[in-house]
């Protein structure tokens, strides 16, 4: 069984963005409430809270844990109480697409099928990509997109 989920270190980095821009527009806010805001105030508040609350509900959303048996893919999205899940025979298609970047490589796994919505993976921001590469290479080699 293989489970892949967002790592820990892309999770704690925009955590801390989120944090910090919600420490800093709710500060900024309470300086507006007491009356004594500067034309930067309304600005911070009026950007970057809504710009954290969207990230954060993206965030919270987006999160999706991958679960791989012997013909089953699972897909579970704890914060919204979903999930779904297909056969390896389902499948109509999968690529990798890899691109070189300045700091290293950045690989993206792309699974399609008829019934669920796509479904990526990244190298750098979920764990035990080369697993989930190695299994659609023994069980869909066939219907890898090139």
Do not use: C
């Not at 821009?21 to 930067?40: D, E, H, M, P, V």
């Not at 600005?43 to 954290?52: D, K, M, Q, S």
């Not at 999205?77 to 779904?84: D, R, T, V, Y």
């Amino acid at each position: 069984m293989i489970v892949s989920k967002p790592k820990r270190n892309a999770l704690f980095a925009i955590g801390l963005f989120v944090l910090i821009s919600f420490s800093l527009g709710f500060i900024n806010l309470n300086i507006i409430i007491q009356g004594g805001a500067r034309w930067y105030s309304f600005l911070i508040v009026f950007t970057i809270l809504p710009l954290a609350i969207i990230i954060l509900i993206r965030q919270l959303a987006g999160y999706k844990i991958i679960t791989i048996n012997k013909d089953t893919i699972k897909v579970a999205h704890p914060f919204i109480l979903q999930g779904h899940g297909f056969k390896v025979k389902e499948i109509t298609g999968w690529e990798e697409t890899i691109i070189k970047t300045k700091n290293g490589l950045y690989k993206e796994l792309s699974i399609r099928t008829d019934t669920a919505n796509l479904l990526k993976l990244t190298l750098q921001e979920n764990s035990n990509y080369e697993k989930v590469k190695e299994f659609l290479q023994k069980k869909a080699a066939g219907k890898k997109i090139k």
